[in-house]
């Protein structure tokens, strides 16, 4: 079943401060488990027999990445992050231009703060996307009734839900498509604050493909706090 899935690339945005966390470190190296969040993010794709490899971007000033053993790997691949996730994200899609991939091999962007991607979400992506003209995205349709508020915090109206869905990581474009999406919308100052929103600018429509709502973005303190109660009650 694997073999059948297409090659890839991984892009792992992790140069952010995680100021929403408000901890002594930036949230992807805090400890889940027995390794960092970062640890975590990668080790679902330095396994995958797809792989054909890996790209993070860090903090220039980062020091603790050096201290993790995968900072040894010969199959990532580091570049300095930007100022915001987009220019990480293009950093490291340059990188791979310059090292010889192709524009039409597939790449998935994951967030580093996204620790418990499942495998078969990964494969899941992968194989419904493979033969896709534009690509996509794991995305979760929206469980809760949506407010839209004024800006004194009043309800104005509630949302028909049933047509809105949560963008989350991996996003799987082509490297060549992406690139110039991203970079476009970078120099025409679009708020991009993921992949797909770029493609849109683009004028391509991403196709959403439902996975776990478990594969969370750690943003604030209690989501790492629900992460390791989970671990606790599943691993005991
Ligand atoms: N300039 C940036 C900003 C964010 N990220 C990465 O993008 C992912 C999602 O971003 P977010 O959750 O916003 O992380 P932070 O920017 O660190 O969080 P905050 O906004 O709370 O500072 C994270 O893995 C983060 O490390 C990045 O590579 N480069
Ligand atoms: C890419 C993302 O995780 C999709 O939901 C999200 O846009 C990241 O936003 P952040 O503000 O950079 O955390």
């Given at each position: 079943?694997?073999?059948?899935?297409?090659?890839?690339?991984?892009?792992?945005?992790?140069?952010?401060?995680g100021?929403?966390?408000?901890?002594?470190?930036?949230k992807?190296?805090?400890?889940?488990?027995?390794?960092?969040?970062?640890?975590?993010?990668?080790l679902?794709f330095?396994?995958?027999?797809?792989?054909?490899?890996?790209?993070?971007s860090?903090?220039?000033?980062d020091?603790?990445?050096?201290?993790?053993?995968?900072?040894?790997?010969?199959?990532?691949?580091?570049?300095?992050?930007?100022?915001e996730r987009?220019?990480?994200?293009?950093?490291?899609?340059?990188?791979?231009?310059?090292?010889?991939?192709?524009?039409?091999?597939w790449?998935?962007?994951?967030?580093?703060?996204?620790?418990?991607?499942?495998?078969?979400?990964?494969?899941?992506?992968?194989?419904?996307?493979?033969?896709?003209?534009?690509g996509?995205?794991?995305?979760?349709?929206?469980?809760?009734t949506?407010?839209?508020a004024?800006?004194?915090?009043?309800?104005?109206e509630?949302?028909d839900?049933?047509l809105i869905?949560?963008a989350y990581?991996?996003?799987m474009?082509r490297?060549?498509?992406?690139?110039?999406?991203?970079?476009?919308s970078l120099?025409?100052n679009?708020?991009i604050?993921?992949?797909?929103?770029?493609?849109?600018?683009a004028g391509?429509?991403?196709r959403?493909?439902?996975?776990?709502?478990?594969?969370?973005?750690v943003t604030?303190?209690?989501?790492?706090?629900w992460?390791?109660q989970?671990?606790?009650?599943?691993?005991?």
């Open positions: 079943m694997t073999q059948s899935l297409p090659a890839f690339w991984a892009v792992i945005p992790a140069a952010g401060v100021a929403r966390m408000a901890a002594d470190r930036p992807q190296y805090l400890q889940l488990g027995g390794l960092t969040i970062l640890e975590h993010s990668l679902c330095l396994d995958h027999p797809r792989l054909k490899g890996l790209v993070v860090l903090a220039v000033d020091p603790y990445w050096p201290t993790l053993p995968c900072a040894l790997d010969s199959r990532i691949q580091q570049v300095a992050g930007g100022k987009a220019d990480s994200v293009l950093n490291a899609l340059l990188h791979l231009h310059a090292n010889g991939a192709d524009d039409n091999d790449v998935l962007v994951h967030d580093a703060a996204r620790p418990n991607l499942a495998r078969s979400d990964l494969d899941t992506l992968l194989s419904e996307l493979a033969d896709d003209p534009v996509g995205l794991l995305a979760v349709p929206a469980k809760d949506l407010k839209r004024d800006a004194n915090g009043r309800v104005t509630t949302v839900r049933s869905w949560q990581t991996p996003q474009f490297l060549g498509a992406l690139h110039r999406a991203l970079a476009d120099v025409s679009v708020a604050t993921d992949e797909a929103s770029a493609i849109e600018w391509q429509s991403p959403l493909i439902e996975g776990r709502a478990d594969n969370i973005k604030r303190p209690e989501d790492l706090e992460l390791r989970r671990r606790v009650e599943f691993n005991g």
